[in-house]
Every structure is written in C-alpha cells, then in structure tokens.
C-alpha cells in the first residue's frame, strides 16, 4: 500500500495544528474501527453502521511518536437504517483506513 499521497500539496498541515484547505477522501470505516478477531457480530437496527467506506473531509495530517500518519477528519456516521445519527469531527483515523476521493472522470 502506498501512501504516497500523505502531505501532497507542498507539504501543507503534515503535522501540528496547522488547518489546510479540507481535502475529499473516502473512509474505511473496517480499518478505523476493527472488531476483535472473536467479536461475535449480531444485528442492532438502531445501531452504528460502522463498516465500508463512506466520504469524508481529511482537515489535516498528524504524526504518531512512533512514526505513524493520522488523517484528522470530519465524517458523518450511519445507523442501520442509513440515517446520519452521528457526525464525528476532528477524529483521529489511521492513514492505511483513508484514499483520496477523486471527482468522476469526464465523460464517464
């Protein structure tokens, strides 16, 4: 997996409290919210849908002590039922759970 694309644009708000231009990215919410392996998985209707990916804004990068990236986002989450139940701002999420979301390809 390449992460080639942590601090483009110069290297604008790679670390620190630095707020740069909010950039579109898709969230997968498997990698930033992992179950243990011996969860046993059952339906909650009114519960968080906390799986797949869904679009979000990454507001800035950040840097673990131990050298890992951060995307701090903003991402609205889902119940069951697809109803926006919870907006999460300003939350940390692992960079190996965020991909730029691109515009759609002209003509396609």
Do not use: C
């Amino acid at each position: 997996m390449t992460l080639g694309w942590i601090g483009a644009h110069g290297g604008e708000g790679i670390t620190g409290g630095q707020a740069v231009r909010a950039q579109a990215v898709w969230i997968d919410l498997d990698v930033a919210f992992p179950l243990p392996p011996d969860h046993r998985r059952r339906v909650v209707a009114d519960g968080l849908d906390l799986t797949g990916r869904v679009p979000g804004m990454l507001k800035r990068w950040v840097r673990g002590s131990r050298g890992e990236w951060y995307g701090v986002v903003w991402v609205p989450i889902s119940d069951g039922a697809g109803d926006i139940r919870l907006t999460l701002d300003d939350h940390l999420v692992p960079a190996a759970a965020l991909r730029p979301r691109l515009p759609p390809a002209p003509g396609g």
